[in-house]
Structures are given as C-alpha cells and as structure tokens.
C-alpha cells in the first residue's frame, strides 16, 4: 500500500487551483448499515490479534452517576461565568431512566456551542426549529451564542411563515469535571452533539454519561485515540439502546463514505486507501492546535494491515486527484476510520476490508517541520476562531481512492467531491440529528455509513458531493 515516494518537498495546490464543475460519472448504490457493538478494553491502548483487527477495549467501571436534581438552565440570555471543581460526592442513577425514545425537554444537548464548529452547527440546528440545549464552562460566551442562535432561529421562521417557538434555546454553564451537573443536564436532551475537543480529553466523559443517560451521542473526532475510548462503550451503548456515532465530520465522514462505496462496487477487494486533498480555505484555531500539538508529539502513522493497526512509514502511495491536481504524493496520517474500518458493508460471502490506508495529499502531507509548523502557529494564534463564509464559499476537499484484492490488484478507483471542510461537518451533522430525532439510530458503536448507510454524504450535501469512479 505504500510504495517508496520521492523526499522531495510537496508543494501547496496552486493558488488558482479550483474543482471540476460536474463529476464524470455518478454511482449511487444502496446499502443498508450493520450495527456493531464492539468488544471492551481496560484503556485506549492498541492491542494484536483482535477479531477483526481493530483495537479491542474493556469497557471502564462505571462513572458515579449523579442524584442530585440537573442545574439551573439559564434562558432568555442570562450568563454567569463558571468553571465549577471536579464533583466529589458519589451518587446513582434513579432506578428508572428515561427512554431514548420518550420526547426530552430538549432534542439537542450541544457541548462545546461557542467553539467555531459548534457555533456554525447550533446556528444551523436553531434553523431547523430544535429545541436546544447550550453548554459550556463559559457563561459569557454562552450567552453570546444563544443570542445569535436564537436570531437564527427567528429569521428561519419569518421565513417559513411560523411563529418562533418560545424557550427553543437555553443555556446551561458546567464543566466537564462536574459529573452531576453534565448527566443531569444529558437526561434532558434526546441527543448530545459533543464538539468540544481535545476529544482525547473529553470524549470519554460525554460519551459514557450519554449511555447512562440513554441519550444518542454525536462528536466531530479527528482523533483516532477519542473514537477507541468510545468503542470501548459499545457493549453498554447497545444494551441501553444508545447510539455511539464519534467522527460524525470531516475528513471522516468523506472518506468513509468512500470506503464504503468502493467496497460495494468492488466487491471482492479486501484493501483500501484513500487520500484526501484540501483546495484553498483556512483552518480554526482549534484544528490547527490539534494538528500543532499532533506533529510536535511526534505522532506514529497507523495503517490497518492484514486486520490490525500497526505503525507504518508514514510515506503514502501517490494518488489521482483528478483534474486539475493530478498525481500527487503524500503522507499516511492516523484518522478514526481504522478504528471503525470493522463497520465497512461487506455483504454475506465476500471478504471484509483487512487493509485500510488513510493519507493526506498538499501542504500538510510535507514531513518537513520548518514548512508546516510555522502555519499552523499561524492558523492558531489568529484573532478569528475560523474562516469566514467568504473563505469557506470558496474552499473545497478532494478525496481519492482505490481499492485493492488480497493479491495487491488495483480493481478500480474513485473521486469524491465535497465542499469546505466546516461546512460539510455542519451539513452532516445536522443530517445525522435529523435521523436521530426521528427515531432511526441505530444502537451501539456506530460509523456514519454503519448506521445510516453510504448514502449519508449525499442527503447531507445534495449536488455539492459528486463522485467519479472508473475501473483500473
């Protein structure tokens, strides 16, 4: 999967590169999900000889649930700053939950909603007429994007001719560290919409007081290590009735979909890689201090080989872009999807994927510190938290593909086309909470095309996701 590539320094796509404006040729097989609960694991350590070739968890000890009634919910646009201590008193969960399936205070619990994603996604959500549940550590900020959520919501109803719901937006100021104050507040929504990273951090706690909540959980990982610690919360998810769905964004949501579909087009191939190439746009502070802290960690690429991650060289295959990037090399980088390359659809008597290679294309494939750091410090000390509509109007990612047989054989490629990066995060994530909230998530560990198929990518993103394919 990796041939040797040249050390040579790889340039930044050309500043007047733009995307083909129609895809060549369009496939648009179905397929229905396979929900999967995973094993369990002592902690987020990678493990050999698994089944299927993943990393296997046991499931952690149960978290002290809380007792205490859920906290005061702030509305109307009151705030208060707070960062309260980490809760030291242990208590139960009443004997009686709610189900999943019961109509919540609330359809969406947001952690994380003044961040730069969670803002586009709570805006977009308040538009939509859901009931919304804010949360953070920082009442003021909190309040600054209930007000401009609730301004949203207002505009989308005049538009649509009906009368703005009373209360649809509210506050509510926690820290994670506060396990009383975050389960309280999960038991109140039908579904919790993480976005606030580091996931490796947080992931964890939202995730396992969502399964003891019976409440769907939804994140935006990038980071493979968070999407292994909510594996390890399958087993207890499924029993719940709870859905697990980390990396519900980009790059994995594309390159999932991907996956999936070259899988079913290509039924006997057993290998995947797929690269993905940013064109033009800009990175929030918070992905670029992510990706800063990644490279100066000195994090290891991962490839699925043979059914499990090992380390790799880190030097991709180089991949067709399409026109007008063509060949480009690039570099392997660790994403969520070899944790969840278990749920690619494999239909009864023909191999699952046992290989899975996920590789980045442009500026950030270059292994060169002195070329790459200086612009994400650039990208995370920059006085605006992302790019504008402007920047992201004009930005677009290219992911490439192709899939292999068990001798190596390249059986066909494929081309997947999709907007801004932060936009098509928000557009999927908003689909995926449309599902929820009508009763189509499916329980347990999920991937995005496990629980709703390889057809996700295009309800979400309409006409701007375009997909080519061609054999050999």
């Not at 996956?259 to 290998?271: E, N, Q, V």
């Not at 494939?365 to 006085?383: Q, T, Y």
């Not at 057809?455 to 979400?460: H, T, Y």
Request: charged share 20%; net charge positive; with cysteine.
């Amino acid at each position: 999967l990796c041939p040797p590539l040249s050390r040579g320094r790889t340039p930044p796509p050309p500043a007047g590169a733009s995307l083909p404006t129609a895809a060549t040729g369009t496939d648009r097989p179905r397929h229905r999900g396979h929900p999967h609960a995973s094993d369990a694991a002592a902690r987020p350590a990678l493990t050999n000889g698994s089944a299927n070739g993943i990393a296997r968890l046991k499931a952690p000890p149960p978290r002290p649930p809380p007792s205490a009634p859920p906290p005061d919910l702030l509305r109307g646009g009151r705030s208060r700053a707070c960062d309260p201590p980490p809760s030291s008193k242990p208590s139960s969960l009443p004997s009686s939950l709610p189900s999943s399936a019961s109509r919540r205070e609330f359809d969406l619990l947001l952690y994380g909603a003044y961040g730069f994603t969670g803002r586009l996604v709570a805006e977009a959500a308040a538009r939509r007429g859901w009931r919304l549940l804010l949360c953070g550590r920082d009442g003021a900020k909190l309040a600054e994007v209930a007000r401009i959520v609730t301004d949203a919501a207002a505009a989308a109803a005049r538009e649509e001719g009906r009368a703005a719901a009373e209360g649809a937006v509210a506050l509510s100021c926690f820290s994670l560290r506060d396990t009383q104050a975050l389960h309280g507040a999960l038991r109140r929504a039908e579904c919790v919409l993480h976005l606030a990273g580091p996931y490796e951090e947080t992931a964890s706690a939202v995730a396992s007081g969502a399964v003891l909540a019976r409440t769907h959980y939804v994140d935006v990982s990038g980071e493979w290590r968070s999407v292994q610690a909510v594996q390890a919360l399958g087993d207890r998810a499924a029993a719940s009735g709870v859905m697990l769905l980390p990396a519900a964004g980009f790059d994995s949501v594309p390159t999932d979909a991907l996956a999936a579909r070259l899988k079913l087009r290509w039924a006997a191939s057993t290998a995947v890689v797929v690269g993905v190439l940013p064109v033009r746009g800009a990175l929030s502070r918070g992905t670029a201090r992510v990706l800063l802290r990644a490279r100066r960690a000195g994090e290891t690429p991962l490839a699925l080989v043979g059914g499990e991650v090992q380390p790799c060289s880190g030097v991709g295959p180089s991949l067709d872009f399409g026109a007008p990037h063509g060949a480009l090399p690039t570099a392997v980088t660790a994403l969520p999807d070899l944790i969840t390359a278990s749920l690619l659809p494999s239909r009864a008597g023909e191999p699952r994927v046992s290989s899975l290679l996920i590789t980045q294309a442009g500026w950030l494939a270059s292994a060169r510190p002195h070329e790459v750091e200086p612009l994400l410090e650039r990208f995370a000390a920059a006085s605006a938290t992302g790019p504008d509509e402007r920047v992201r109007m004009a930005a677009a990612a290219v992911c490439s593909g192709e899939a292999r047989d068990a001798a190596g054989g390249l059986l066909g490629r494929g081309l997947l086309r999709v907007p801004d990066p932060y936009d098509t995060t928000v557009l999927c994530v908003v689909e995926i909470a449309s599902r929820v909230l009508s009763g189509s998530a499916p329980p347990g560990f999920q991937s995005p095309s496990s629980a709703f198929g390889d057809m996700l990518l295009d309800a979400a993103l309409g006409d701007r996701c375009q997909w080519t394919f061609s054999d050999r």
